[in-house]
């Protein structure tokens, strides 16, 4: 009986020491996944593979390729949710890793893309995450091809595709910049010689100037986005373009901002800033000089027209600006008292190559006048109007012959709207605007663009800058010109107008108002010298 009590008593101690071992071992495996998962947990985790997603419930939703940078949420389960998402990941499925914050001058789209197929995100054109119940998320920016998406603040893409539904969404309310200065830095060297031009330690103040006033640079291709409407810039943005070979500007790295290539095909000094609306094939931009002021190029980052004068500007010298019309030939006949014979023109253009006169161009012209730069004494403008008899290689083709036989510049006033722009095609001659279909006596009684109102001039102007597509200068037809008609000028975005006058330019004429010489069919050589002299 002794025996069977002792052994009794042994099992009632052995069997509830079992029990607490067992549930020990259950508690304590469970302690040790806790604690292990705990040491797993990190506010940015890095996955160390390929592994899935999942959602609320646990369910594979997607999956995620290895070195995926996320920022995580802690939970009180063995998986830690991806912040800002639905999505989570399996703790063992990460390790410890660096925040890299997105940084940001643009403001998402209020647009969604949203989807219920399977999507993926790309990086570098390679899939790196893919989600199969589809996708309800903001457009940062997009590009011809690809949405841009921020997911767990990392930057990828998604092709455009048919199946992606572009939605409203209330994404941000922040205001985005309803502008991009263009900055040309012609030339940016160590010492300077010419007025487009920039020491390298004047640019690095101007450009660290800018930064501290919150001005920040964009690169080429965000550029072309921002044309296109496909990204939302923050304010302050900038696009600095130089002639300057981006290794020669040894300063770059330290200053850590973009500088492209000016292209002059596109880029245009006209003093004002460039918009989406602005025309592609003809950007507004600033000229940076040599005696640009830090202050005044915060003013143009801004957007403001800012007027420079070269601290050495010579006021008194005066450029004769000759007006020519038709041309014909010994064999022809012209009625018309502006017609010239071409043998009288090429003694003109002999005279002045004998004499060392320089014949500018338009935008030398142009650039002089605003003071931007200097030119020689003995300079002229040669200038024709309209594009008719004599002046195009479809219509006698007398002009270009003798401009590329002599070598001079000349500028042509062509009304556009009725001749072709190909028909004057020459490295010698410059095409500016006559108007597109204005060059006829209105009902008012002087030229069209006087009687018509501002919105048909500037219609007008319009359409002949989308031919001419350089906005250096505008020639009044008939010399004519009112309140109205000036405005539609100005507003246009020309820089020079042209007039009659007798008499030579000066640089503090009236920009609007620039007198020419009218040459007509009786001229002497003794009147021409003293027009040029």
């Not at 660290?208 to 923050?234: A, P, Q, R, S, V």
């Not at 820089?495 to 009659?500: D, E, S």
Request: proline content about 3%.
């Amino acid at each position: 009986m002794k025996k069977k009590v002792k052994v009794k008593k042994k099992a009632l101690i052995i069997i509830p020491v079992i029990i607490l071992l067992i549930v020990g071992i259950i508690f304590g495996n469970k302690l040790l996944i806790k604690n292990k998962k705990n040491s797993y947990y990190h506010p940015y985790g890095i996955t160390i593979k390929d592994t899935s997603l999942y959602d609320n419930n646990k369910q594979v939703v997607g999956s995620i390729s290895k070195d995926i940078g996320l920022e995580l949420e802690k939970t009180s389960t063995d998986y830690f949710k991806i912040k800002n998402t639905s999505y989570y990941i399996y703790y063992s499925d990460i390790k410890e890793g660096k925040n890299k914050s997105l940084e940001k001058n643009y403001i998402p789209f209020n647009n969604n893309i949203k989807t219920t197929n399977k999507v993926s995100l790309l990086q570098d054109n390679q899939e790196k995450i893919t989600l199969d119940k589809g996708i309800n998320i903001p457009i940062e920016y997009q590009d011809e091809n690809n949405y841009y998406v921020s997911f767990s603040n990392q930057l990828f893409t998604i092709v455009k595709d048919e199946n992606l539904e572009v939605i409203e969404h209330n994404n941000t309310n922040e205001e985005i910049a309803n502008h991009v200065s263009i900055l040309n830095y012609d030339t940016i060297k160590d010492t300077c010689e010419n007025i487009v031009c920039t020491t390298i330690d004047n640019f690095k103040t101007q450009v660290n100037t800018l930064k501290e006033n919150g001005y920040y640079t964009i690169d080429e291709i965000t550029f072309n986005n921002y044309l296109k409407n496909f990204i939302h810039l923050k304010k302050g943005a900038i696009y600095i373009v130089s002639n300057t070979p981006k290794e020669e500007i040894t300063s770059l790295n330290e200053l850590n901002i973009n500088v492209e290539k000016n292209n002059p095909l596109t880029i245009k000094i006209t003093n004002k800033p460039t918009t989406p609306e602005s025309n592609l094939l003809r950007l507004d931009s600033y000229q940076i000089k040599s005696y640009s002021l830090t202050e005044n190029i915060i003013k143009m980052a801004n957007g403001e027209e800012v007027i420079e004068t070269s601290p050495n500007i010579n006021d008194n010298q005066s450029v004769p600006v000759l007006n020519y019309h038709f041309f014909y030939s010994d064999d022809e006949s012209c009625n018309e008292t502006i017609c010239l014979n071409i043998n009288k023109f090429k003694e003109h253009l002999q005279y002045l190559k004998d004499n060392g006169f320089k014949a500018l161009t338009m935008e030398e012209f142009r650039k002089w006048m605003y003071g931007e730069i200097e030119i020689p004494n003995k300079s002229v403008l040669i200038t024709i109007d309209d594009g008719a008899m004599g002046t195009g290689k479809h219509n006698g083709n007398k002009l270009i012959p003798a401009l590329e036989e002599y070598q001079m510049n000349a500028t042509l006033f062509l009304i556009t709207g009725w001749w072709k722009i190909e028909n004057y095609e020459s490295s010698y001659l410059d095409i500016q605007s006559h108007t597109y279909d204005m060059h006829q006596y209105g009902t008012c009684g002087t030229g069209q663009i006087t009687c018509a109102t501002y919105d048909e001039a500037l219609a007008d102007l319009r359409l002949s800058l989308d031919i001419v597509k350089n906005n250096d200068s505008f020639c009044f037809p008939f010399y004519s010109y009112n309140d109205t008609s000036l405005k539609a000028v100005k507003d246009a975005g020309f820089k020079l107008a042209f007039v009659g006058g007798n008499r030579q330019a000066k640089r503090k004429d009236n920009k609007f108002l620039v007198p020419r010489y009218p040459i007509h069919s009786n001229i002497t050589m003794s009147t021409f010298k003293n027009m040029v002299n």
